[in-house]
């Protein structure tokens, strides 16, 4: 099975969507409200503000939100527990592959 495309960018756009760039060219905006319908590690993303504090880990898998609200942009994640949640590199993919061509 192939591996998931190293993500490049992640920009927070209006609402809960967010604007994702792969390395393969994928590139779409992808609503993710739906996470917000989640509880457990998923229930602080409720709040956009907090929601727009997502990051990309450094090696590009995927991207996280930060344990702490308020995080310094550009924090990377040291280790899982400075994570509040972040979501499966494959299912990101699949989300922006989906909506890349829809829209084609």
Do not use: C, N
């Amino acid at each position: 099975m192939p591996s998931t495309p190293r993500l490049l960018e992640a920009i927070p756009k209006r609402d809960y969507t967010v604007h994702l760039r792969f390395e393969d060219g994928t590139e779409a905006d992808v609503d993710l409200g739906y996470l917000t319908y989640l509880g457990g590690v998923f229930e602080p993303l409720r709040d956009a503000e907090y929601f727009r504090q997502l990051r990309i880990y450094s090696e590009g898998q995927t991207i996280f939100w930060p344990r702490h609200p308020g995080a310094p942009e550009g924090e990377q994640a040291e280790d899982v527990s400075s994570v509040q949640a972040d979501i499966a590199p494959e299912t990101l993919y699949a989300h922006a592959r989906r909506r890349a061509d829809a829209v084609a």
